[in-house]
T-cell receptor, first 115, second 116 residues
Framework: DGGITQSPKYLFRKEGQNVTLSCEQN?????MYWYRQDPGQGLRLIYY???????QKGDIAEGYSVSREKKESFPLTVTSAQKNPTAFYLC??????????????FGDGTRLSIL | AQSVTQPDIHITVSEGASLELRCNYS??????LFWYVQSPGQGLQLLLK??????LVQGIKGFEAEFKRSQSSFNPRKPSVHWSDAAEYFC??????????????FGKGTLLTVNP
């Protein structure tokens, strides 16, 4: 079945450590997104990518980095510069580029905590 | 700029009662409106969407919504709530932001509790 796979489901980070969250999709979608979810805050956009080898900052990109070397993969690195990384991270993808009004499809998330 | 506001942070209903979820939208000429549902510890699942055409939309889990342009509303309704509907519900508006890229702006969510 097609879908979005996020791994790991739970992740722990030590102080000063970078960690990478994986997001893989086999839906052949062009666009991919990373969101951060905190209780009572809804979803906030970290980064998004419309095509391979191109990505844009979202509303809260500081302390995060991404790459898009393959269409199906969009890993997110939480760097040591992100001082409050504890959150639930959601990856999404969408068919079509540009203004295509297709809905985003979501993975099951990764919960990141600080040790 | 597009924006969404969910006025109800938490709603409690009894099983079998009717339900309407609310969201206030601000959007450009072409509204791309969405509702998603999230169970605890899970990702978001698309509940309803509206782009154009028929203003009455059927979604999953027995929900339906009517787009009312004059009121800027697209509120899901369900005539009889089931215990399995307990979840958090998010509205979102899509559109362009400086160029042809497509982003969603999410509301902060409405948590639905269903009493037996």
């Amino acid at each position: 079945d097609g879908g979005i796979t996020q791994s790991p489901k739970y992740l722990f980070r030590k102080e000063g450590q970078n960690v990478t969250l994986s997001c893989e999709q086999n839906l052949n979608h062009d666009a991919m997104y990373w969101y951060r979810q905190d209780p009572g805050q809804g979803l906030r956009l970290i980064y998004y990518s419309q095509i391979v080898n191109d990505f844009q900052k979202g509303d809260i990109a500081e302390g995060y980095s991404v790459s898009r070397e393959k269409k199906e993969s969009f890993p997110l690195t939480v760097t040591s510069a992100q001082k409050n990384p504890t959150a639930f991270y959601l990856c999404a993808s969408r068919r079509g580029g540009g203004d295509s009004p297709q809905p985003q499809h979501f993975g099951d998330g990764t919960r990141l905590s600080i040790l | 700029a597009q924006s969404v506001t969910q006025p109800d942070i938490h709603i409690t209903v009894s099983e079998g009662a009717s339900l309407e979820l609310r969201c206030n939208y601000s959007y450009g000429a072409t509204p791309y409106l969405f509702w998603y549902v999230q169970s605890p510890g899970q990702g978001l699942q698309l509940l309803l969407k509206y782009f154009s055409g028929d203003t009455l939309v059927q979604g999953i889990k027995g929900f339906e919504a009517e787009f009312k342009r004059s009121q800027s509303s697209f509120n899901p309704r369900k005539p009889s709530v089931h215990w399995s509907d307990a979840a958090e519900y998010f509205c979102a508006v899509g559109g362009t932001s400086g160029g042809s890229n497509y982003k969603l702006t999410f509301g902060k969510g409405t948590l639905l509790t269903v009493n037996p």
